[in-house]
């Protein structure tokens, strides 16, 4: 059943919020969480393991914190497949909208997705010592110099810093349909720019709210998509909203359609799931375990 009319019924309330431009009504509405973003019963809890990278060489001077998930049925000798997610504490806060270990552990036990091992990634302050507790404030400075330019820096800064000390402690698949990295607003745009530079190392992506804007160039993707000389073996998924942003960098719903058409024009497996929803993660929250399964349909480890 498609994600939208799944969705449709599950809405517990709507909110009115208006324009200063348009002054029209935008209605945003309030989606419920799945069943999967609950603790099942006989779903084995994986680990989370904290730590911090401050020896950066592609971002010197930053610090910034990153988590482990190891799921329970995790053994060394069999190799397993790899998420990267941007702003990774917003995806492990347990009361959130996404609470992606408790959705990991219930479709890797469900068999739903593979085995995966899970990487959570804060973006880089420039200050230390880190704030006492992860979160948006003080929002890391590095953010948009990582997330939102369009170059393979931050592609390198996974595949030459953090996956080497993750894959020091865990036995990664080599395989590149095994690896998949998704991100929130700026994160998303650059989890889609990490793919778009490296789909020898990436081949799925996961867009929340993606910020595919002109805040450091990212309104050139449809274009580029358009236009490249070669489809990237990728498979993309999308979300959106019609009450997200509009300012100047420009217009998040208009972008993420764009993305779309254009990915769609040059056939790349893609799917957009177009809600009511504003710039936060409630909408993707509750598509976040229906979307894995979308992401990760018919994969399963060599």
Request: hydrophobic share 35%; with cysteine; net charge negative.
């Amino acid at each position: 059943m498609p994600f939208t009319k799944r969705f449709l019924g599950t809405a517990l309330l709507c909110t009115l919020a208006f324009t200063a431009a348009a002054q029209e009504p935008i209605i945003e509405t309030r989606y419920a969480l799945a069943e999967d973003s609950f603790p099942q019963e006989g779903a084995p809890r994986g680990e989370v393991f904290e730590f911090v990278w401050d020896k950066s060489e592609v971002y010197p001077g930053t610090i910034r914190r990153y988590y482990i998930y190891v799921p329970a049925q995790y053994q060394s000798s069999q190799p397993a497949a790899l998420m990267v997610f941007q702003d990774g504490h917003a995806y492990l806060n347990p009361t959130g909208d996404y609470r992606a270990p408790t959705v990991l552990d219930n479709l890797i036990h469900n068999k739903d997705i593979p085995i995966t091992i899970g990487v959570f990634i804060d973006p880089g302050h420039l200050d230390t010592p880190l704030p006492p507790k992860p979160g948006w404030r003080p929002r890391p400075a590095n953010r948009s110099v990582e997330y939102d330019t369009l170059s393979d820096r931050y592609a390198n800064f996974l595949l030459e810093e953090i996956i080497p000390e993750v894959r020091n402690s865990y036995n990664i698949t080599d395989d590149p349909e095994g690896w998949a990295i998704s991100g929130i607003s700026s994160g998303a745009i650059c989890a889609f720019t990490v793919a778009w530079e490296r789909p020898d190392r990436f081949r799925k992506v996961q867009s929340h709210i993606g910020s595919f804007t002109n805040i450091r160039g990212g309104h050139n993707y449809p274009a580029l998509i358009r236009k490249g000389s070669d489809k990237k073996p990728l498979r993309i998924f999308l979300q959106d909203g019609s009450a997200d942003l509009d300012n100047i960098h420009g217009n998040w719903p208009l972008a993420n359609k764009q993305m779309y058409a254009a990915l769609k024009f040059r056939d790349y497996d893609v799917r957009f799931e177009y809600g009511t929803g504003a710039h936060n993660s409630n909408h993707a929250g509750s598509l976040f375990p229906d979307s894995l399964r979308w992401l990760w349909r018919d994969y399963q480890l060599p």
